[in-house]
């Protein structure tokens, strides 16, 4: 299995500023994504961090407001820029391994005030 | 449209006595049916996963079955504990090459002594 952290666990940000989540794996992993998860809904998927290129993006979100790095296969950061109440969230960090396993960092809960 | 219901979307039970949680879907094609199990404030931990071809799984006191004919799914959980409490998720996804994982909304579960 996969041991994931993110870091920060928790925090509590101002309109206008941004947030930069830091996602490490024990291991080298092929594939990593980020998830929102907003209150009381499922994971949303928001892109799939791609080792030495740009991250896909899913429908509804852009490079420009959740900007992705992943500069090697056991580390990747994600963005939340500009921020707003609404993107009030708990955001995870997943992997997904040969074994078609997918696992989740513990996540990030962020509120926008 | 591609879509995973569970039901009932919370539940309080007592410890000890058995429960059962639902999810039925509408994704296709199927490649596999997961569920995970969700703490408070932390992310999703897999309990169990299904293909096409397995009708149950288990997971120590818990226990999944897959009917991938009615495209239903259901979780039961045996004698439970008050470390049960939490939220329980359905995912489920589709083969590679349109590779997605498309999650349920949670049944919120409550155990109490």
């Known amino acids: 299995s996969a041991v994931i952290s993110q870091k920060p666990s928790r925090d509590i940000c101002q309109r206008g500023t941004s947030l930069t989540i830091q996602c490490q794996v024990d291991?080298?992993?092929?594939?990593m994504f980020w998830y929102r998860q907003q209150p009381g809904q499922s994971l949303t998927l928001i892109a799939t961090?791609?080792?030495?290129?740009?991250?896909?993006?899913e429908s509804g979100f852009v490079i420009d407001k959740f900007p992705i790095s992943r500069p090697n296969l056991t580390f990747s950061t994600l963005t939340v820029s500009n921020m707003s109440p609404e993107d009030s969230s708990i955001y995870l960090c997943?992997?997904?391994?040969?074994?078609?396993?997918?696992?989740f960092g513990p996540g990030t809960r962020l509120t926008v005030l | 449209k591609n879509q995973v219901e569970q039901s009932p979307q919370s539940l309080i039970i007592l410890e000890g006595k058995n429960c059962t949680l639902q999810?039925?879907?509408?994704?296709?094609?199927?490649?596999?049916l997961r569920w995970y199990k969700q703490d408070t404030g932390r992310g999703p931990v897999s309990l169990t996963i299904?293909?096409?071809?397995?009708n149950t799984k288990s997971n120590g006191r818990y226990t999944a079955t897959l009917d991938a004919d009615t495209k239903q799914s259901s979780l039961h959980i045996t004698a439970s504990q008050l470390s049960d409490s939490a939220s329980y998720i359905c995912?489920?996804?589709?083969?590679?090459?349109?590779?997605?994982?498309?999650f349920g909304t949670g049944t919120r579960l409550k155990v109490l002594a």
């Open positions: 999810c039925n879907y509408t994704v296709s094609p199927f490649s596999n």
């Open positions: 997943s992997t997904r391994h040969s074994t078609d396993t997918q696992y």
């Open positions: 291991s080298q992993v092929t594939m």
């Open positions: 299904m293909t096409f071809s397995e």
């Open positions: 995912v489920v996804s589709r083969p590679s090459g349109t590779y997605k994982y498309i």
């Open positions: 961090a791609n080792q030495g290129s740009e991250a896909t993006y």
